[in-house]
């Protein structure tokens, strides 16, 4: 993809835990406007990955964000420069209403000093009506789709460039799994540049511009979606069935 239209480039990334390394020179890209796909096995670094780009975990190697190097820069900062993590355990704030939820996700634009920031509630609402719905309802007792929705919402409400989705549909019903993979394409429809993380592999590769294959902590395919969704390695291994 030309350099011009990436928005994340990382380079020989290395991160771990402690001694032990998890993950070994990972080099991807995310376009402006794209959805990549991560695809792997359990404990193949997938959320190790997003914790390091996050800066949730110590790593070294090459992360550019929006032409600027953050691979020193902390947590906070990538925030505020426009990434945003909805982790797989969702970490909402379960005493707290929805709406109160979504106004927390809303800090970075109000230390940035954007007008009506608060307005951004409504295109949550837009996206996920149910969550209007339970606007009042204390997050800890919503249904689990609906936390992922608030999940994902909070991090919208940041005006983030890019969005990182760790299995957003881990432990959810069919019929919300697919309304969860609508979303994904309204957001890209939107503008929002997306990194997924996902076991869902045939519905990730669907909704994807690009994907990698992850594992034990290397890359071992990259390619388009579509080439991928195709490659017979993926489709034994991930697929569950040879495509005809």
């Known amino acids: 993809m030309p350099a011009t239209?990436?928005?994340?480039?990382?380079?020989?990334l290395?991160?771990?835990?402690?001694?032990?390394?998890?993950l070994s020179g990972i080099a991807l890209r995310v376009r402006r406007g794209g959805v990549?796909?991560?695809?792997?096995?359990?404990?193949?670094?997938?959320?190790?990955?997003?914790?390091?780009?996050?800066?949730?975990?110590?790593?070294?190697?090459?992360?550019?964000?929006?032409?600027?190097?953050v691979a020193d820069v902390p947590l906070e900062e990538r925030v505020m420069r426009g990434l945003a993590?909805?982790?797989?355990?969702?970490?909402?704030f379960g005493t707290m209403t929805v709406e109160d939820n979504l106004v927390l996700g809303g800090y970075r634009q109000m230390r940035r000093g954007v007008a009506n920031w608060r307005a951004a509630i409504d295109r949550v609402f837009e996206l996920?009506?149910?969550?209007?719905?339970?606007?009042?309802?204390?997050?800890?007792?919503?249904?689990?789709g609906e936390r992922q929705m608030l999940a994902g919402g909070r991090a919208l409400m940041a005006g983030p460039q890019l969005l990182m989705l760790d299995e957003p549909s881990l432990g959810l019903a069919p019929l919300v799994v697919r309304e969860v993979f609508r979303t994904i394409e309204q957001l890209r429809a939107s503008g929002v540049s997306i990194l997924l993380i996902e076991q869902n592999a045939?519905?990730?590769?669907?909704?994807?511009?690009?994907?990698?294959?992850?594992?034990t902590g290397a890359?071992?395919?990259?390619?388009?979606?579509?080439?991928?969704?195709?490659?017979?390695?993926?489709?034994?291994?991930?697929?569950?069935?040879?495509?005809?």
């Open 219 to 244: 890359l071992a395919l990259q390619g388009p979606a579509a080439e991928l969704a195709r490659d017979p390695r993926v489709i034994d291994t991930y697929l569950g069935a040879r495509a005809p």
């Open 202 to 215: 045939r519905a990730a590769l669907e909704v994807s511009d690009y994907g990698y294959v992850l594992e």
């Open 85 to 92: 993590l909805v982790p797989e355990r969702r970490e909402l």
């Open 128 to 144: 996920f009506p149910r969550l209007q719905e339970r606007r009042a309802q204390v997050a800890g007792t919503l249904s689990g």
């Open 36 to 69: 990549v796909t991560v695809i792997g096995p359990n404990g193949a670094g997938k959320s190790t990955l997003l914790n390091s780009l996050m800066g949730l975990l110590p790593s070294r190697g090459r992360i550019v964000f929006d032409g600027e190097s």
């Open 14 to 22: 290395h991160a771990g835990y402690g001694k032990a390394e998890v």
């Open 5 to 12: 239209d990436t928005l994340l480039d990382v380079a020989d």
